[in-house]
């Protein structure tokens, strides 16, 4: 029975929507290398307001506004030097009629509204400054111009105040949230708990021992660990025989371990086709779906995982993730669509008829190079850079034709 690509997502969501659901939470430190591109489980409140305190936006004086308001560049002000405000210091308290000289970051002192630039002073340049506890403040700024009340002044809590939203339940943490969630004092946080899979190739002829006639390595494995690794998945892999009793076992076994098994191989229309053989009696779907390439596929509902069935060949196994596992996966983690860009066909391209394709192509001087079909060509799946979609119905692109592109292997 074929079956059309959005059918088989629609059944692949449903199959996967509860599993996904079901993840529960755990607590990571804000430090953790963990926590990059997790998502959190619960909305994340600031402890701290962002700034903390209010503070300078630039080196130069604080002062009070008040006692600058009558100077010209024919009459400046000339106010003795308080105690220096350096970042991290305590607070200071700054006297009438006096400047403070302070630093980028370094808290207002009290009693100061605006800061003056050291550069727009008369000197340009600090005198020789001391700090509070340190000795005693000698020499005096000069100014020419009035400074108004708040200028270069980041108020305390300006970007966010305490105790509100930092993230919202299911916000991705980038690194710039990361941020965020660290300034305004939240060191843990609840995220979702990774997804668990299984990898599971399958086949007699999978062996590391190249001398063996008949045998190839198990490219599969490698790849798709490597793939899982973008979408924050907790990853395993097995190699299991043809044989459908010992791999029943063997995916019984795992059903307790993961949240979901995916099998790669073996649901194709010939005699030894293993997964097909194992999971038909447990409620297993087969089909094939109206794509090439990657037309077989499989599912099934396990009582403690699902189950999804991709075809062996490296091509189809990996189009086969990107088409159906990656959309949900992408959902899942909050993540970005992939970016998509139209080019101009270098050649002409066909396509059958009844058949969604996707091809892999490459992309150079601002034309796209379609690429072999094959489900074979690891080496051309490598130094693919785009995918390019042609859906059921159309048979024939021409060179110059402009077609979308979705980038790949970046």
């Given at each position: 029975m074929t079956c059309t690509l959005e059918k088989h997502r629609a059944e692949l969501e449903a199959l996967l929507s509860p599993v996904f659901s079901s993840l529960t939470s755990?607590?990571?430190?804000?430090?953790?290398?963990?926590?990059?591109?997790?998502?959190?489980?619960?909305?994340v409140y600031a402890l701290l307001p962002i700034p903390a305190f209010t503070n300078s936006q630039m080196d130069g004086y604080a002062a009070r506004s008040s006692d600058l308001a009558q100077a010209t560049a024919g009459s400046p002000v000339t106010l003795p030097l308080g105690f220096t405000a350096a970042a991290g210091d305590p607070q200071i308290s700054l006297a009438a009629g006096t400047v403070s000289p302070v630093m980028t970051g370094a808290m207002i002192p009290d009693g100061a509204d605006t800061v003056i630039p050291v550069e727009e002073s008369a000197a340009g340049r600090f005198?020789?400054?001391?700090?509070?506890?340190?000795?005693?403040?000698?020499?005096?700024?000069?100014?020419?111009?009035?400074?108004?009340?708040?200028?270069?002044?980041?108020?305390?809590?300006?970007?966010?105040?305490?105790g509100a939203l930092v993230a919202k339940a299911g916000t991705r943490l980038t690194p710039t949230m990361i941020a965020a969630l660290v300034s305004s004092g939240v060191r843990e946080v609840p995220v979702r708990r990774a997804l668990k899979v299984a990898v599971c190739t399958t086949g007699d002829e999978l062996s590391d021992d190249h001398r063996t006639q008949g045998q190839i390595p198990d490219s599969n494995?490698?790849?798709?660990?490597?793939?899982?690794?973008?979408?924050?998945?907790?990853?395993?892999?097995?190699?299991?025989?043809?044989?459908?009793?010992?791999f029943a076992l063997a995916i019984d076994a795992l059903q307790e371990q993961v949240d979901l098994i995916l099998t790669v191989g073996g649901i194709s229309a010939g005699a030894y086709e293993v997964v097909r053989q194992a999971l038909s009696?447990?409620?297993?779907?087969?089909?094939?779906?109206?794509?090439?390439?990657?037309?077989?596929?499989?599912?099934?509902?396990?009582?403690?995982?699902?189950?999804?069935?991709?075809?062996?060949?490296?091509?189809?196994?990996?189009?086969?993730?990107?088409?159906?596992?990656?959309?949900?996966?992408?959902?899942?983690?909050?993540?970005?669509?992939?970016?998509?860009?139209?080019?101009?066909?270098?050649?002409?391209?066909?396509?059958?008829?009844?058949?969604?394709?996707?091809?892999?192509?490459?992309?150079?001087?601002?034309?796209?190079?379609?690429?072999?079909?094959?489900?074979?060509?690891?080496?051309?799946?490598?130094?693919?850079?785009?995918?390019?979609?042609?859906?059921?119905?159309?048979?024939?692109?021409?060179?110059?034709?402009?077609?979308?592109?979705?980038?790949?292997n970046v």
């Open positions: 755990e607590v990571l430190s804000t430090d953790s290398h963990e926590v990059l591109d997790r998502v959190l489980s619960e909305d005198p020789e400054l001391v700090r509070a506890n340190q000795g005693t403040p000698t020499g005096h700024a000069e100014f020419t111009a009035p400074s108004e009340p708040g200028r270069f002044i980041r108020p305390a809590g300006v970007d966010l105040e305490a494995s490698p790849m798709l660990v490597a793939w899982f690794s973008r979408y924050q998945v907790q990853v395993r892999t097995l190699q299991l025989p043809d044989d459908p009793q010992r009696p447990l409620g297993g779907t087969f089909h094939h779906v109206a794509i090439q390439p990657g037309g077989p596929q499989g599912f099934a509902q396990l009582p403690q995982a699902a189950v999804l069935c991709f075809p062996g060949n490296p091509v189809s196994a990996l189009l086969s993730a990107e088409l159906f596992l990656a959309p949900l996966l992408r959902k899942l983690n909050a993540l970005p669509e992939p970016l998509s860009q139209q080019y101009s066909l270098a050649a002409d391209v066909t396509s059958p008829e009844h058949k969604h394709q996707v091809r892999r192509a490459v992309i150079r001087d601002g034309l796209v190079e379609i690429l072999d079909p094959g489900s074979h060509l690891v080496h051309d799946l490598a130094r693919a850079d785009a995918l390019v979609h042609i859906p059921v119905g159309v048979s024939q692109l021409s060179t110059g034709q402009q077609i979308e592109t979705w980038s790949m």
